[in-house]
């Protein structure tokens, strides 16, 4: 039910992320924005990237995408900015106002383009989605559990990821049961608080679970 992802998965994961996302600034920024972003991911050599289909021919039902070495991934994908930008330009000049959340989010990515010395191999968890019809099912544990498991097979020693403080306590409430702790608090922008949670394997065991 798990695989790794390949380039003729990206119109689904596009799908997907939409559906999961709805009102998410990456959605609004469009389809090929997306489709972009995640190409940045399949093409970064560090990648790891799984979908959950439940038979051969079936639909995706949900993903999970990051990357080892997440600097350089932010580096790379600084590179290629103004290709994204591109991608999402009709839905900026519609839509004006994002540009200080998509300024927000470029500043942010030029942070964590900024190796970070810490002397651990670590990997990030950048999105996980399913679908709302499919939700519900273990999709979502499965896929990060498999993707801890892909991360931690690879030599990483922390996994971290980001997602909201405020009015999100289901999504808080499951990382937290799967292992995740809260490392610190920040703001990305004046008006969203974010958590960032780190999974330590030295104090952790995964097990395969897919």
């Not at 544990?141 to 892909?150: E, G, S």
């Not at 909201?164 to 409430?173: F, G, M, W």
């Amino acid at each position: 039910m798990i695989r790794v992802a390949t380039q003729a998965d990206l119109p689904q994961v596009v799908a997907v992320h939409q559906a999961a996302f709805k009102g998410f600034l990456m959605t609004e920024l469009g389809p090929r924005f997306l489709r972009g972003y995640y190409q940045q991911v399949l093409a970064y050599p560090h990648h790891l990237f799984l979908v959950w289909q439940s038979a051969g021919e079936a639909p995706i039902e949900g993903f999970v995408a990051g990357f080892l070495h997440p600097h350089a991934f932010y580096q790379q994908l600084r590179a290629r900015k103004w290709s994204l930008a591109l991608g999402a330009a009709t839905h900026l000049i519609c839509r004006p106002h994002r540009w200080g959340r998509v300024l927000a989010s470029l500043r942010r990515a030029q942070t964590l383009a900024q190796p970070c010395d810490t002397g651990k191999l670590t990997a990030e968890l950048a999105s996980l989605a399913v679908l709302p019809q499919s939700q519900g099912k273990g999709i979502g544990k499965a896929l990060t559990l498999a993707f801890l498991q892909a991360a931690q097979d690879k030599g990483a020693q922390w996994v971290y990821l980001t997602t909201d403080a405020l009015n999100n306590d289901a999504v808080n409430a499951f990382y937290q049961r799967l292992g995740f702790r809260v490392a610190r608090q920040f703001w990305h922008t004046p008006q969203r608080l974010m958590n960032e949670y780190v999974y330590d394997f030295a104090d952790q065991q995964v097990a395969w679970k897919g």
